[in-house]
């Protein structure tokens, strides 16, 4: 077991590539599909496996971990304005990956677990598919240390709006910094997938993500703008910290698919001053974002670079991807390594674990008609096995989360009751 252990920890070093190259999209028609379900939610829709990448929706949920030294990094300073900084940089580095993924990763299984333990980044994480209609994840992340606990449950609503798929993630993000006593929420930002029918797939995510300290009042509000009518803003976040009192402390910008910087207010507000004067803003044009009724389908041509102003401090610069990530479904290093599963892992993993899913691993290696038939071979064993559960007038129950409300926040929340990696899964449910 401990040797094992041992390759359970380290597993992330080794998975460099994908068994095989993704299979091209261009003879498939999402069309046929969609065109019945406009301004409908799509989670009950059943897409073709070819528009998948091969990870579940609990192992994309994972990849919020990936700049995991961002939260040691806040642990480590004194300062709760410098903390709410950097915790800033990593609400934003969460949502980084998707950037170019416009492949729809796989519904997760009632009863559907993952587990990811990175000794080298000082956490473990453990994920359960805890509702199928609606769709809900929850996950829970702790530090080896006693650090910091990061943990939520998202309830992913995807629309189709004629030309784009517009995903609204809700759910809360709580992060916990231990050693300060401190707790953290904020909700993601809008995220919109263009070009559904026709054209090259673009990513935008937009809104506003009010991150809040809950133990000092502190509060930060970044807004991720939407590409407007040119392009200009395409990526582009900026924001503020301000005090319990309301003062401004610092003001945060950047992009979620480059890099954040912090700089004082004072700075920043004379730096725009005198870009205007020179007529940096003079031409720049605002539009209300909307996915529906878009007339332009082509992406902005948009440079992808960060105007940093003197004075700035860099909070996060996003890792670069491995040189094949176009031919790996524009998968990062980190997502590269999710599915990895050595020799005798699945003796000390729960039998839920979605690295055991046979539809997963037959997309993995791009043999697209296995994959569609285990996709609709596990659809319908868990149609079987709710069907059963009626007729015995039995409710499904959540093995490691169970619901409650979240104690900083007030609102509902599933929350982690531990155990898992007790690796006691007699009871675990059979969903392959």
Request: glycine share 6%.
């Amino acid at each position: 077991v401990c040797l094992l252990q041992v390759i359970l920890w380290f597993r992330g070093f080794a998975m460099k590539t994908l068994p095989a190259e993704m299979i091209s999209r261009n003879n498939f028609s999402v069309w046929s599909i969609l065109k019945k379900c406009i301004g409908m939610e799509l989670s009950k829709i059943a897409m073709p496996v070819v528009f998948n990448e091969p990870l579940s929706f609990l192992q994309r949920i994972s990849e919020y971990m990936e700049h995991t030294h961002l939260i040691h990094k806040a642990c480590s300073l004194s300062d709760s304005i410098d903390r709410m900084q950097v915790v800033a940089a990593f609400a934003v580095s969460a949502v980084a990956s998707q950037w170019e993924r416009t492949g729809k990763p796989f519904n997760p299984l009632l009863g559907e677990t993952y587990e990811l333990i990175r000794e080298d980044e000082g956490y473990r994480l453990i994920s359960e598919q805890v509702s199928h209609h609606p769709p809900i994840s929850a996950f829970h992340a702790q530090s080896l240390k006693q650090e910091f606990e990061f943990h939520g449950s998202i309830y992913p609503k995807l629309k189709f709006w004629g030309k784009s798929v517009e995903a609204e993630p809700k759910g809360t993000m709580t992060l916990e910094l231990l050693k300060h006593k401190e707790a953290y929420t904020w909700t993601n930002p809008m995220c919109c997938v263009h070009n559904i029918i026709l054209g090259k797939l673009w990513i935008e995510q937009y809104g506003t993500v009010e991150i809040v300290n809950h133990s000092t009042g502190d509060k930060c509000v970044l807004n991720f703008k939407p590409c407007g009518m040119f392009g200009k803003e395409l990526h582009k976040v900026e924001g503020h910290i301000q005090d319990k009192s309301k003062k401004k402390r610092r003001v945060i910008y950047g992009k979620w698919t480059e890099c954040m910087y912090s700089v004082d207010p004072k700075v920043y507000d004379a730096y725009k001053k005198s870009d205007k004067k020179t007529g940096g803003d003079s031409k720049k044009l605002k539009q209300e974002h909307s996915c529906e009724g878009e007339e332009a389908d082509e992406m902005p041509d948009v440079q992808e670079t960060v105007t940093v102003i003197p004075g700035s401090a860099l909070l996060w610069r996003i890792t670069p991807r491995p040189p094949h990530s176009a031919q790996m479904y524009n998968f990062t290093s980190f997502a590269m390594t999710l599915n990895e599963l050595e020799p005798g892992m699945e003796r000390l993993m729960a039998p839920t674990d979605c690295r055991l899913r046979p539809d997963i691993r037959a997309m993995e290696n791009a043999d697209i008609e296995t994959a569609s038939s285990e996709k609709e071979r596990l659809e319908e064993k868990q149609r079987a096995a709710r069907r059963e559960r009626s007729k015995d007038e039995e409710e499904w129950s959540t093995r490691w989360f169970q619901l409650g409300t979240n104690p900083h926040t007030g609102g509902e929340d599933w929350l982690y009751t531990g155990g898992y990696f007790d690796r006691n899964y007699t009871d675990c449910p059979n969903i392959y």
